[in-house]
């Protein structure tokens, strides 16, 4: 019988997302009241406040780099090359990816920023070179 334990990360991430874009929905609804006009969320046009353009920025990051953490995962359980050790890199890579969400939607610290998506890179990087030697030693 297959481990799901692959898969609780992905999980992870999906309500990382579903995080994400609550405070997205909520910094919408504060620009409104704040004066900012719909036709920039109809039209894609105008100003919108610092603090809502973090969000909007950060939501649309998740569907970035994340899309290929979720592929490598779900390769892995397809081809049953999952182990204990790509697990635990996928929860670093979840908690790096938490820790991206607070600095950018905090205090924005770009240096901070840089550096975690950095980590969450490099350990996405070799969550894909442990698959491809899993695959290849197979």
């Known amino acids: 019988m ?3 334990a692959s898969l609780y990360p992905v999980c992870a991430m999906a309500l990382l997302s579903f995080g994400v874009s609550l405070w997205l929905y909520k910094s ?6 704040s004066g900012s006009k719909l036709s920039y969320f109809k ?3 105008g100003e919108m406040p610092d603090f ?8 649309a990051n998740l569907f970035e780099m994340p899309v290929l953490f979720y592929m490598v995962l779900l390769v892995a359980f397809v081809t049953q090359t999952d182990h204990l050790g790509l ?5 670093i890579y979840v908690l790096l990816r938490l820790v991206h969400t607070y600095i950018h939607l905090g205090s924005n610290y770009l240096l901070y920023r840089m550096r975690s998506f950095l980590a969450s ?18």
Do not use: D, T
């Open 2 to 4: 297959q481990s799901f």
């Open 28 to 33: 919408r609804v504060k620009a409104i009241k």
């Open 43 to 45: 039209f894609n046009q």
């Open 52 to 59: 809502a353009k973090q969000a909007e920025q950060h939501y």
């Open 87 to 91: 697990v635990v890199l996928a929860w």
């Open 121 to 138: 890179f490099a350990v996405l990087f070799a969550m894909w070179i442990w698959v491809l030697i899993a695959l290849l030693l197979k």
